[in-house]
């Protein structure tokens, strides 16, 4: 396995610093008793009076749900630890644990479900709009484009191969329409939108700002449709998330520009803008954009840290739905924060390079990595090869920089 030679290089054992509570996202005693309540949200309280021990021997903690560990486990440095084990179990929830609700995640531009499961556990379920091997026609604006659930797989799994570990876990997963969405939500405007198609298949739509209508339905065959699951974060009643606007944002506008666009040293200005002025943010932002590079996402027009730590600490890097839409295409303006800046962490700078040979090839971890999914082939095989191409375009670019 190329993926385990890889997780055991120097390079990707290089220790976190030592955790204090304020590291910690959630300071928990582990032999305390969690009791879930309230089905609607994954709030969980502490009851103080269970007891300490189970009668196994083992502590209270050993018996919280996968996604519960996964939550306790989030640090300043890190979403996952890298030789995560619980991993294996979270993914493995995500594809087959019984769906108990389902109802439309509201805002958002286009259909996403929140689907409940019998441990209390959520994900976010993105359903397939569009089929492995279709390109975005080029006449698109990258802000019309699908979002595509293959994407939301493919980035959580290409996130980890580069060591960011900023994605929450994504599964792929099969899905019934009639029982694990129509004939369990509760969600009224949602439940109005199913229909059988004239091919005798169950279709729905919901209510969005785009693709939410008949012609933009979404079908099973007859009742089975793909879709992807990720790892809902904490509830943000109990850790507050902040949403930070992206300086190199695009305009969003069929003819405008953006600042970034016509001012060749943009970069000399953000720079001088908190929190960019100190600390490894711009690091991070520019870590963030040869993530998309690599698959292609034009759409990152935000991003959000865990306000209990600060400015100090990664950015989450959720709504991968529009990458891995061109093969044939290398969308070079991506780059414009490393190309205008000049800078890259030595670690990632280091990593790319180990990427980039043989041993190690992008192209072959992501294919291993994908291939224990449900849905697997996840990818068509021209984007694993063009992530070769834009990983030689990344090592260019830091090149010219050190030139």
């Known amino acids: 396995s190329k993926l385990a030679a890889l997780f055991k290089h120097p390079l990707y054992n290089i220790p976190v610093p030592e955790l204090t509570e304020k590291d910690k996202l959630f300071v928990v005693n582990p032999m305390e008793k969690f009791s879930l309540h309230s089905s609607r949200s994954d709030e969980w309280v502490s009851s103080s009076k269970a007891e300490m021990l189970l009668p196994t021997g083992k502590t209270a903690y050993d018996t919280y749900p996968a996604w519960l560990k996964f939550h306790v486990g989030i640090n300043r440095y890190e979403l996952y630890p890298r030789q995560d084990p619980l991993m294996p179990s979270l993914l493995r929830d995500l594809a087959t644990q019984r769906i108990v609700s389902s109802v439309q995640k509201s805002g958002g531009t286009q259909l996403k479900l929140i689907m409940t499961f019998p441990n209390y556990g959520q994900a976010l379920f993105k359903p397939m709009k569009q089929t492995r091997d279709q390109e975005t026609p080029i006449d698109f604006f990258y802000f019309s484009d699908f979002e595509r659930h293959n994407a939301e797989i493919a980035a959580f799994h290409l996130d980890r191969i580069l060591d960011f570990r900023r994605i929450p876990p994504v599964s792929g997963r099969l899905v019934n329409i009639t029982k694990e969405i ?32 008949t012609e933009h339905a979404l079908c099973g065959k007859p009742d089975r449709l793909e879709g992807s699951m990720a790892t809902l974060l904490p509830d943000k009643t109990l850790a507050k998330r902040r949403s930070w606007r992206s300086p190199w944002r695009r305009s969003y506008h069929k003819s405008k520009k953006a600042e970034w666009e016509l001012n060749p040293n943009y970069c000399a200005q953000v720079r001088e803008m908190p929190p960019y002025n100190r600390g490894h943010r711009l690091l991070d932002l520019i870590d963030m954009t040869i993530l998309d590079f690599l698959m292609g996402n034009m759409d990152r027009h935000h991003y959000e840290t865990f306000e209990k730590f600060g400015n100090d600490t990664f950015l989450l890097h959720l709504d991968n739905g529009r990458g891995f839409g061109t093969h044939s295409r290398d969308e070079l303006s991506i780059l414009a924060p490393l190309r205008q800046c000049c800078s890259i962490k030595k670690s990632t700078y280091l990593r790319l390079q180990l990427l980039a040979t043989q041993p190690y090839r992008l192209s072959d971890l992501l294919r291993e990595a994908l291939a224990t999914d449900p849905l697997a082939p996840v990818l068509a095989e021209p984007h694993l090869q063009a992530l070769d191409r834009r990983l030689g375009k990344v090592l260019a670019a830091v090149g010219r920089c050190l030139a």
């Open 182 to 213: 129509r004939d369990i939500t509760t969600d009224k405007k949602l439940a109005k939108t199913f229909f059988i198609s004239p091919a005798g298949n169950v279709c729905f739509y919901g209510e969005c700002s785009y693709y939410c209508s």
